[in-house]
């Protein structure tokens, strides 16, 4: 058992807290909230010196990295027994980011649901999710896509031992 395997079993900080002291979230400052069932997360990226672009706006790479991992995060924690991925990742840029910027993702229990079916069925699911950066004033600022590919984890090490041979 790693010592974050410890730390999360006996309850002494909650994974979102957890997650915030990542080097890559930590030195950019972002504040990154899941809620207790891990259907709901925000993540939010302040505007500072050091995370704005020679035109005085948020570096857009800080969105793309900071919405990469979190929807196939939370679906290791929602169904057990499993490895998740991000399968394809894009963003596109609507707005320049002139304040902090937040994403809120939420997962839909029918999404839940046919990903558990496709799990039980193949042995792995996919599931594709959008959602919005937004700015202080509730303007769209980017539109992320984020595809979700999920293997249970006997069909993960059946794949493993057959890149072996």
């Known amino acids: 058992m790693t010592i974050v395997e410890w730390v999360l079993r006996n ?3 909650r994974f979102d807290r957890l997650l915030s002291y990542y080097p890559l979230f930590f030195f950019v400052g972002a504040r990154i909230r899941i809620s207790d069932d891990y259907r709901r997360m925000s993540v939010r990226i302040p505007l500072r010196w050091y995370t704005k672009n020679n035109n005085g706006v948020l570096f857009g790479g800080l969105m793309c990295m900071l919405s990469d991992p979190f929807p196939a995060l939370v679906f290791e924690k929602i169904i057990p027994d499993t490895s998740a991925w991000s399968r394809a990742h894009s963003i596109v840029y609507l707005l320049p980011a002139k304040s902090a910027v937040t994403a809120k993702i939420e997962l839909k229990e029918e999404d839940i649901d046919d990903m558990k079916i496709q799990l039980q ?19 769209n600022i980017a539109l992320v896509s984020s595809s979700t590919y999920i293997l249970t984890k006997k069909r993960n090490k059946e794949l493993k031992e057959n890149v072996k041979n």
Do not use: H, M, P, S
């Open 11 to 13: 309850k002494l900080i």
């Open 121 to 139: 069925e193949k042995g792995k699911a996919e599931k594709k999710f959008e959602y919005y950066f937004v700015d202080k004033n509730g303007a």
